[in-house]
Nanobody, 120 residues
Framework: QVQLVESGGGLVQPGGSLRLSCAAS????????MGWYRQAPGKGRDLVAT???????NYSESVKVRFTISRDNAKNTVYLQMNSLKPEDTAVYYC??????????????WGQGTLVTVSS
């Protein structure tokens, strides 16, 4: 069973920081692009940032400069460092990964979501 498990969400004041983590586990041969998406209350799921297997990042304009995506290929883990958080960053954050599993099947996986609340 290949799955993504997220951690690191919570309540933070405006201007604060949080770090999200997402680890892929199970029988995995390789992981291509990994990324983070978010869904605010009453809205659709939007791209936050992605990172390729060789470390090239891509950010939405709304988080560029404030957020940093990184990954540790040895641990099959992707991170999202979020700084200078704003109330409009409040959302459920979902991890996404494109995985070739041990049986050579391609799978696009989503994490269970972790809630980030930015409020004073």
């Amino acid at each position: 069973q290949v799955q993504l498990v997220e951690s690191g969400g919570g309540l933070v004041q405006p201007g604060g920081s949080l770090r999200l983590s997402c680890a892929a586990s199970g029988s995995i041969r390789s992981i291509a692009t990994m990324g983070w998406y978010r869904q605010a209350p009453g809205k659709g799921r939007d791209l936050v940032a992605t990172i390729t297997s060789d470390g090239r990042p891509n950010y939405s304009e709304s988080v560029k400069v404030r957020f940093t995506i990184s990954r540790d290929n040895a641990k099959n883990t992707v991170y999202l460092q979020m700084n200078s958080l704003k109330p409009e960053d409040t959302a459920v954050y979902y991890c996404n990964a494109n995985i070739v599993a041990g049986d050579f099947t391609y799978r696009e996986l989503w994490g269970q979501g972790t809630l980030v609340t930015v409020s004073s």
